[in-house]
C-alpha cells in the first residue's frame, strides 16, 4: 500500500494583490492558465512546468502541477509565482506520462493555499485532478448538487485521514461532481454534467491514465491543441506550445471535449457551439506572440493602433508605449500617423506582484516603482502615449504628472481598448461598476481628471473589425454591457459565493491505494503579503 503524507500551509491572504504600476490602482486582474500534456517517455513535469512559465500572466497567485504514472496522481503546489513554487528537485519527484499545471488568479474563492489548482478528489474507482480556466455563474447551484448527491463530508467509501472544509472555488465544486461517477465513465459523467455548467470554463483534468480538455459553449475562455512527437498538448495559449515545442493543430471548439490516452484522441460535443470569445483577450490578456481565432495577437493590436490614430490624430513629436501591454498599439499608431516611435518610458521587470511591501513613504512615489521617465528623449516633446486600458484612472493620471514633471509639452493619452464600464463575470477580474472611471464619467471629464491634453479610446466597432471576427461572436460585456449568458442573482455572483457554510470539503490525506494527495510547496511562503 502507497502512503504519501500530505504537508499545508496555513498562510492566509487578503485575497487581493496589489497592482505593480501603483499599489492604490487595481487593473484588469488576468484570467488563469491552464496547460496538459499526454507523452509517454518525456518529462511531463518539466514540459507543464515551462508551459506554465509561458502563461504565468494569465495569473501569479499560485500555481501547481499534477502529475500520474499509470497508479496514482500526486499534486504539488503553492502560492506565489510558477518559478517560486518549483525548483528542480520537485520537478524531478514529478515522474510519470500525463500531467496537467494552473497558474493562478482567483475570481471564485479566496487567495489561500486550499483554493490554489489542480484540485484533487480521491474516489473508489480512481482520483481525479483538475484546472479551470474561467468563472462559473451557476458555482452555489453546482454546490448544491455536491450536497445532494452526498459526494463527500466522508460519505465515500475511502479511508480518507482528514477531511478539510476550507476549499471554496468553483473548480473543487466540479472536481468533485466529475468525481462521483459510481456506475459509469469519467467520460460519460463528463458529458452528463458538462451541460449543466454554466459561465466560462476551460478545464483540463486528468485521471491516472487520460487527459481530457473541455471549454464552454460560448468559448469564451481560449484553450488550443498541439501536437508532439510523442504526445499531445493542450494549453490556454499557443504560446505554450511554442515554449515547449509542440505544433500547434486547432483550438479546442466551444462545446467540444477530447479525451487523450493509450488509444489516441477522440472528440465529442457536449453542448451545440454558441461562439462569444473574450474580446479582452485581444486587447490585454493575451500574450502578443499568442495566435487566437487564426490571428496573432501582435497584429491585432498593431492595427487596433492605427485605426486609433485614424480616429484621434494629433500634431506630436512622438508616441511612447505604456510598457509592455501599449507597445504594439503604439507601433501601429505610429506607422498610421508618420509620428516617429520611441521608449519615453524603461520598465523595472523585477517589480512584479510579488514586490516588497512599499512604506507609506516609498509608496508615494506610485508609479515610479514600475516605471521611470527618459527625460532626454521626452523633455520639450508632445507626446502620444499609448495605453490597453482605463479602469480607475490613479496610473494614468500619475503617468500623467510624472512625464509633465519629466519636461513633456503635452500628453496626449490614446487607450486600445473602449470604456470599461461594466463588471466581468467570466473570469476577468475588474474593479466594481461603481469605481470604473469609464462608467461614472465622459470621455472629456476623464481626460480632465487625468490632466491629459487630449483622450481618445478605440470605438467598439473599430476594435471589433481589427479582430476579424464577427461581432455577434465576441463577447463584448465589459464594454457594452450585453452579458452573452444569462447571470443569476447578484448575491449569487460574488467572489465569495462559497466562503461559508456551502464549503467544498477536500481530501487533503488518503491511504488509498494508487492514490495520492495535494503537497504545499516550500516558497513563497509571503507571496499574498508582498504587493
Given at each position: ?5 500530505t ?12 497592482a ?8 484588469p486582474?488576468d484570467a488563469?492558465?491552464v ?15 515551462y ?9 501569479q ?15 504539488y ?5 510558477v ?9 524531478d519527484?514529478l515522474?510519470g506520462?500525463?500531467?496537467?499545471g ?7 474563492g ?13 474516489t473508489?474507482?480512481g ?10 455563474i ?6 448544491a448538487?455536491?450536497?445532494d ?8 467509501d ?19 461532481l ?19 455548467v ?16 473541455a ?16 504526445g499531445?498538448v493542450?494549453?490556454?495559449e ?7 515545442g ?8 466551444p462545446?467540444?471535449?477530447?479525451a487523450?490516452?493509450a ?10 457551439a454558441?461562439?462569444?470569445?473574450c ?10 506572440d ?15 493602433g492605427r485605426?486609433?490614430?485614424?480616429t ?6 512622438l ?5 509592455e ?12 500617423s ?5 521608449t519615453?518610458l ?19 512615489l506610485g ?15 508632445r ?20 512625464l ?7 500628453v ?10 461594466w ?38 466597432d473599430?476594435?471589433v473589425?481589427?479582430?476579424?471576427v464577427?461581432?455577434?461572436n465576441l ?5 457594452d ?49 508582498r504587493?
Open positions: 500500500m502507497l502512503r504519501v503524507a504537508t499545508r500551509s496555513t498562510r492566509k491572504g487578503d485575497g487581493r494583490l496589489t505593480a504600476l501603483d499599489p492604490q490602482d487595481q487593473g486582474q488563469c492558465g496547460f496538459g500534456v499526454w507523452a509517454p517517455g518525456e518529462d511531463v513535469a518539466k514540459l507543464t512546468y508551459g506554465l512559465y509561458a502563461l504565468q500572466h494569465r495569473g497567485e499560485s500555481a501547481g502541477i499534477a502529475v500520474s504514472n499509470g497508479r496514482q496522481i500526486l499534486v503546489k503553492d502560492m506565489g509565482l518559478s517560486q513554487v518549483f525548483d528542480e528537485s520537485t520537478l519527484a515522474q506520462h500525463v500531467a496537467i494552473h497558474s493562478r488568479y482567483s475570481t471564485t479566496a487567495s489561500t493555499w486550499h483554493n490554489a489548482q489542480p484540485t484533487f478528489h480521491p473508489p474507482h482520483s481525479i485532478a483538475l484546472a479551470h480556466n474561467g468563472n462559473l451557476n458555482t452555489a447551484e453546482l454546490a448538487m455536491v450536497r448527491r452526498s459526494v463527500l463530508d466522508g460519505e465515500l475511502l479511508k480518507v485521514t482528514r477531511v478539510e472544509p476550507v476549499s471554496t472555488n468553483d473548480t473543487s465544486v466540479v472536481t468533485a466529475l468525481a462521483d461517477h459510481p456506475d459509469t465513465t469519467v467520460e460519460e459523467r463528463a458529458k452528463e454534467l458538462l451541460p449543466l454554466k459561465g466560462a470554463f476551460s478545464f483540463v483534468w486528468m485521471t491516472e491514465d487520460t487527459l481530457y480538455a471549454r464552454d459553449p460560448q468559448g469564451i475562455r481560449p484553450l488550443v491543441l498541439g501536437r508532439l512527437e510523442r499531445w493542450v494549453a490556454s499557443t504560446a505554450a506550445l511554442d515554449i515547449v509542440a505544433s500547434f493543430i486547432r483550438e479546442i471548439e462545446g467540444e471535449m477530447v487523450i490516452d488509444d489516441g484522441l477522440r472528440s465529442q460535443t457536449f453542448a451545440e454558441a461562439p462569444k470569445h474580446l479582452f483577450e485581444f486587447v490585454y490578456l493575451a500574450r502578443p499568442t495566435v487566437m481565432t487564426g490571428k496573432r495577437m501582435h497584429s491585432v493590436r498593431v492595427e487596433i485605426r486609433l490614430a485614424k484621434f490624430p494629433v500634431d506630436a513629436d508616441v511612447i508605449p505604456v510598457p501591454s501599449g507597445t504594439p498599439a503604439a507601433i501601429g499608431y505610429a506607422e498610421a508618420g509620428i516617429p516611435y520611441g519615453g524603461v520598465k523595472n521587470s523585477y517589480v512584479g506582484r510579488t514586490f516588497i511591501q512599499p512604506s507609506q513613504t516609498i509608496r508615494q508609479i515610479r516603482l514600475k516605471l521611470n521617465p527618459l527625460r532626454d528623449v521626452i523633455e520639450g516633446k507626446l502620444v502615449v499609448v495605453d490597453d486600458s482605463i479602469v480607475r484612472g490613479n496610473t494614468q493620471r500619475a503617468l500623467v504628472r510624472m509633465r514633471e519629466a519636461g513633456a509639452r503635452e496626449h493619452v490614446r487607450i486600445s481598448s473602449p470604456p470599461v464600464k463588471p466581468c463575470f467570466y473570469g476577468i477580474d475588474f474593479a466594481t461598476r461603481a469605481e470604473l472611471i469609464g462608467n461614472g464619467l465622459s470621455v472629456d471629464e476623464i481626460c480632465r481628471s487625468i490632466d491629459a491634453d487630449s483622450l481618445g479610446y478605440i470605438d467598439l473599430d476594435l473589425d481589427a479582430t476579424d464577427p461581432k455577434p463577447c463584448r460585456a465589459c464594454f454591457g450585453v452579458y452573452p449568458i444569462e447571470l443569476p442573482d447578484p448575491v449569487l455572483l460574488g467572489k465569495d459565493v462559497l466562503e461559508s457554510s456551502q464549503s467544498v470539503p477536500v481530501s487533503t490525506t488518503t491511504d488509498v491505494d494508487g492514490l495520492a494527495a495535494s503537497l504545499s510547496g516550500s516558497g513563497a511562503s509571503d507571496a499574498l503579503r504587493p
